[in-house]
């Protein structure tokens, strides 16, 4: 490609909106533009770089035995119902009507409408086992775009379900796809963890998410300091282990007593009230579920693990109780609501709190609280669970050695989904014995938008991108210095030739600048490899070759130009630690 025939509109300046790396140098180095909220224009070199990315993940696919298929956007809500997922799905799923007034969806994930080609096609065993995948736009209403092409409401995803004739089937299916997204992420050239996962509003029973380590992150992981046991977890999945106890219902513990804590609304402010350590206290936080109260406790030093709430308690929409629905259940302002004689049927405790232990909790009236608390006897709990969020000093739960944090980004999804969608759509086959039975499921989604944005988290320096050289937008850059010298332009003319010939993903800079744009814009968009032109190399038979990864250069010859770049090539895909 000549860059004077092309369009990659580089910006000067940083754009304001761009909190994390890979955003900022996304839009500096033109390849994304903003339309709105969420939304993004990708221009030449995004696309690029997003296509070649689809290619490995596609060619892993196939490799696997997946097939590709494409499916509409647009889907129509009657499926949504069969699953109950158009409540479930909340306020992510975009809705539309037509001018029928019938309900659509613009496609966030496609389970429904896969099953729906699936259930209606396949009628025999011998049908099976069959996955089916697409790589195409999704979009969800995210509650907070950022990050660009991060956490996009319009993005691009690989998406592939499989069906099996039983569980023995999906297990096989669901480790071939594991091992495909491994080889997919090492192709692609990326530092990256799988790790046990929650399975979200996706469903089923059993997931890793393929995170790529970057201090970015919006995800935390807890990984076991011990590389022989290997846990690892994403902190809204990580169980905490051995919290549990005995809560006998003769307890050792004194009847409660209402204490005085005037003003008192914080965990750090009825300890220093009380002199008690946030350990003592057990804190009570109010939900909406589908509009009705939930409570849930922990200890005051830990934090609710939302998503292990919602995993128990079930329902659509949950929300924190709004101040009006604290006062209502509590009859107290907010900061003082407790579980004993609290107006909420549904009360959920986490295991370190069943233990024979007097807490300190809210009163349910202003500036009080009370002692000597205890969940198995003055309160009817629904059930003790682990419901907190594991912290750094916990062991890890598989072994009990220590575990640490570290922060991903989530690039892949594999999920085992049983018969949740086949049972609630009818997604029956016949055996070999005649018999009708539910196909066996597995969904399998790629970022492949953000994988893009993630290269760049785990590349980049002061000048810019640097991609690998399997998912850049073009592998290498010749920067042509001849200006005026016309012996420098017919050279690099022929450079240009006999590389495109070559069939090497060449970007040819013939624009007239000055070196120092040219070296600038290169070095912002990341091209692995730059093939340097000017005058005096010409005179002295050189070129130069620099690695934009290391910012080492080399000279190569110009006689016999091209064995030397295909050796210098080849040395820098090794570097990065891709096979060409
Ligand atoms: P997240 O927790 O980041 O919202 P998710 O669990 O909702 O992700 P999945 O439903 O598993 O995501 O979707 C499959 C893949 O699609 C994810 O692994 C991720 O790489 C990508 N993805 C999901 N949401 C977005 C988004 N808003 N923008 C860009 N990529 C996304
Ligand atoms: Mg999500």
């Given at each position: 490609m000549r860059l004077s025939r092309y369009y990659i509109p580089t910006l000067k300046e940083d754009p304001a909106?761009?909190?994390?790396?890979?955003?900022?140098?996304?839009?500096?180095?033109?390849?994304?533009?903003?339309?709105?909220?969420?939304?993004?224009?990708?221009?030449?070199?995004?696309?690029?770089?997003?296509?070649?990315?689809?290619?490995?993940?596609?060619?892993e696919m196939n490799r696997a035995g997946a097939i590709e298929i494409s499916m509409p956007m647009v889907q129509p809500a009657d499926l949504w119902e069969e699953t109950g997922r158009w409540g479930y799905y909340g306020k992510e799923l975009l809705r539309m009507k037509d001018r029928h007034g019938r309900e659509y969806c613009l496609g966030p994930t496609h389970e429904e409408v896969i099953t729906d080609l699936v259930r209606g096609e396949v009628r025999s065993y011998k049908q099976l086992p069959i996955n089916l995948y697409q790589i195409q736009t999704k979009f969800r209403d995210e509650v907070r775009p950022r990050f660009g092409l991060m956490r996009g409401r319009e993005f691009i995803m690989k998406d592939a379900y499989s069906f099996d004739a039983d569980e023995a089937g999906a297990e096989k299916s669901y480790t071939g796809m594991y091992e495909a997204y491994s080889n997919a992420f090492k192709r692609i050239g990326l530092v990256f963890r799988a790790v046990?996962?929650?399975?979200?509003?996706?469903?089923?029973?059993?997931?890793?998410?393929?995170?790529?380590?970057?201090?970015?992150?919006?995800?935390?992981?807890?990984?076991?300091?011990?590389?022989?046991?290997?846990?690892?977890?994403?902190?809204?999945?990580?169980?905490?282990?051995?919290?549990?106890?005995?809560?006998?219902?003769?307890?050792?513990?004194?009847?409660?007593?209402?204490?005085?804590?005037?003003?008192?609304?914080?965990?750090?402010?009825?300890?220093?009230?009380?002199?008690v350590e946030s350990s003592a206290i057990a804190k009570t936080l109010l939900f909406s579920v589908d509009g009705e109260p939930v409570a849930a406790l922990v200890r005051g030093d830990r934090e609710l693990n939302d998503v292990k709430l919602r995993n128990i308690i079930g329902g659509n929409d949950i929300e924190m109780a709004s101040p009006e629905q604290v006062k209502e259940w509590s009859s107290a302002p907010v900061g003082f609501a407790g579980p004993v004689e609290l107006k909420v049927k549904r009360i959920f405790a986490d295991l370190e709190l069943q233990r024979d232990q007097g807490w300190v909790v809210g009163a349910n009236k202003?500036?009080?609280?009370?002692?000597?608390?205890?969940?198995?006897?003055?309160?009817?709990?629904?059930a003790f669970a682990d419901l907190r969020v594991i912290t750094e000093s916990d062991p890890c739960p598989e072994c009990g050695k220590a575990i640490s944090f570290t922060?991903?980004?989530?690039?892949?999804?594999?999920?085992?989904?049983?018969?949740?969608?086949?049972?609630?759509?009818?997604?029956?086959?016949?055996?070999?014995?005649?018999?009708?039975?539910?196909?066996?499921?597995?969904?399998?989604?790629?970022?492949?938008?953000?994988?893009?944005?993630?290269?760049?988290?785990?590349?980049?320096?002061?000048?810019?991108?640097?991609?690998?050289?399997?998912?850049?937008?073009?592998?290498?850059?010749?920067?042509?210095?001849?200006?005026?010298?016309?012996?420098?332009?017919?050279?690099?003319?022929?450079?240009?030739?006999?590389?495109?010939?070559?069939?090497?993903?060449?970007?040819?800079?013939?624009?007239?600048?000055?070196?120092?744009?040219?070296?600038?814009?290169?070095?912002?968009?990341?091209?692995?490899?730059?093939?340097?032109?000017?005058?005096?190399?010409?005179?002295?038979?050189?070129?130069?070759?620099?690695?934009?990864?290391?910012?080492?250069?080399?000279?190569?010859?110009?006689?016999?130009?091209?064995?030397?770049?295909?050796?210098?090539?080849?040395?820098?895909?090794?570097?990065?630690?891709?096979?060409?």
């Open positions: 909106d761009a909190e994390v790396v890979s955003h900022r140098l996304l839009m500096r180095a033109g390849m994304i533009r903003k339309l709105t909220s969420g939304i993004y224009v990708y221009l030449p070199n995004g696309l690029r770089a997003i296509e070649k990315v689809g290619q490995i993940v596609r060619e046990q996962a929650d399975s979200g509003a996706i469903g089923g029973d059993f997931s890793h998410e393929f995170m790529v380590l970057a201090d970015t992150g919006e995800d935390t992981i807890a990984v076991c300091q011990d590389a022989g046991c290997g846990f690892a977890a994403n902190l809204e999945k990580a169980k905490v282990a051995g919290s549990g106890g005995q809560c006998p219902a003769q307890t050792s513990v004194a009847a409660p007593e209402e204490v005085a804590t005037p003003g008192a609304h914080t965990v750090d402010e009825v300890c220093a009230f009380l002199k202003g500036d009080a609280h009370l002692k000597n608390v205890h969940l198995g006897r003055d309160v009817q709990v629904e922060k991903g980004i989530e690039v892949g999804h594999v999920f085992k989904l049983g018969t949740k969608y086949s049972k609630a759509m009818n997604a029956t086959f016949l055996d070999e014995n005649g018999k009708d039975k539910f196909m066996v499921m597995g969904c399998y989604g790629i970022g492949v938008s953000r994988i893009v944005a993630s290269a760049i988290e785990q590349n980049n320096d002061e000048h810019g991108a640097v991609f690998p050289p399997s998912i850049a937008p073009f592998e290498a850059c010749l920067i042509s210095l001849g200006g005026k010298d016309q012996a420098v332009t017919d050279k690099a003319e022929e450079l240009y030739a006999e590389l495109l010939a070559e069939g090497i993903d060449i970007l040819y800079d013939d624009r007239n600048e000055r070196p120092g744009v040219k070296f600038a814009d290169a070095d912002l968009s990341g091209y692995p490899m730059q093939l340097v032109l000017g005058g005096k190399g010409l005179k002295n038979g050189i070129i130069e070759a620099k690695d934009r990864k290391t910012g080492e250069r080399i000279e190569l010859p110009l006689d016999g130009f091209l064995g030397a770049f295909k050796m210098w090539r080849a040395s820098i895909w090794q570097a990065w630690g891709l096979a060409l």
